[in-house]
């Protein structure tokens, strides 16, 4: 099959091994596939992973054991637990210390004609939901994972570091959810942009009182000692970002202010999936490019621009 594969260099290969379907798994060929930061620090080192990138995705089920998936379109958590210890049979695969991870961690992804996952990652897309939005579920449920955390009150006050692909679907959900939130970034044209989509926006410099709550989307060390700075005593911040460089934080500020630290990864699909249904949400708006598979190294190109929002890769 064709593959945008990464080993220590990223490139595409027309001659890439089709996946094979473990017991209880599907074989899905993928109709469009997002490139989020995260693919973009695995190409700088993170994870040191090696093998097809790629985890934003939405396709459709094309061999399976699972009658009830055969010929479905759909979308899959990324996170594919043992099924077998502790942390699994408590509810909790996402952390399942033997989990593979599409595109990220020992399993290959969605940069590619076809992919494979365990049926129980599947979720059929609705009718209603075109692939251009449905490629969007995986990085709206990481964001619909605060929620599960960490209750909001309307009327807390919310700041969202950073202007970039996941800040703005972090604020469009709090938007959906009928919270307020300011975005803080450096570019003043994305701000422009955010604006447009209904939401605050404020040049981060710029900024002056505390928030009762911080989350960060920057990727980016400064972004976190900039939510220290903003968050009020006893308030909280939220870490959505991964980066492949180590920071080094001054955690003084933090005990001295008994802020409370919440790391904040993948989340359910369901609630994301459910919020586009109900027409909360649509970021197609963020659509900045749209590349064959074969031009992926130019998709990545395109993605590395501050300026673009979403790249999509598509493999007809």
Do not use: W
Request: glycine share 10%; aromatic share 6%; with cysteine.
């Amino acid at each position: 099959m064709r593959a945008l594969v990464f080993d220590r260099k990223l490139e595409f290969r027309g001659d890439y091994p089709d996946p094979v379907a473990a017991p209880s798994e599907s074989i899905v060929r993928v109709s469009v596939a997002g490139v989020c930061g995260t693919d973009l620090e695995i190409a700088r080192g993170y994870m040191q992973y090696r093998g097809v990138s790629g985890h934003e995705f939405a396709g459709r089920v094309v061999e399976s054991q699972n009658a009830a998936l055969r010929g479905k379109r759909v979308v899959g958590e990324i996170n594919a637990g043992c099924g077998r210890c502790a942390t699994c049979s408590a509810g909790l695969a996402r952390h399942c210390p033997n989990r593979t991870v599409l595109g990220i961690l020992g399993r290959d992804g969605a940069f590619a004609d076809f992919l494979r996952l365990p049926d129980v990652n599947l979720i059929p897309i609705p009718d209603s939901i075109p692939d251009d939005l449905a490629v969007f579920v995986e990085p709206l449920a990481a964001a619909y994972e605060i929620f599960e955390q960490v209750h909001l009150a309307r009327n807390q006050t919310i700041v969202v570091i950073g202007d970039g692909r996941l800040g703005a679907l972090v604020a469009l959900v709090l938007k959906g959810e009928q919270y307020v939130p300011i975005v803080a970034g450096h570019h003043r044209d994305k701000l422009a942009r955010l604006a447009e989509l209904g939401l605050e926006t404020a040049e981060e410099s710029s900024l002056r009182e505390k928030f009762d709550v911080a989350i960060d989307c920057s990727g980016s060390e400064s972004g976190f000692r900039r939510a220290a700075e903003l968050v009020r005593p006893r308030g909280k911040i939220i870490l959505k970002s991964t980066a492949a460089a180590a920071a080094e934080i001054n955690l003084a500020p933090i005990v001295v202010n008994e802020i409370s630290m919440i790391g904040s990864r993948c989340g359910r699909f369901q609630p994301a999936l459910d919020a586009i249904a109900a027409g909360k949400i649509d970021p197609r708006a963020l659509i900045d490019g749209s590349f064959a598979l074969e031009d992926g190294l130019l998709a990545f190109e395109a993605a590395k621009n501050p300026r673009n929002f979403k790249i999509l890769l598509r493999t007809p």
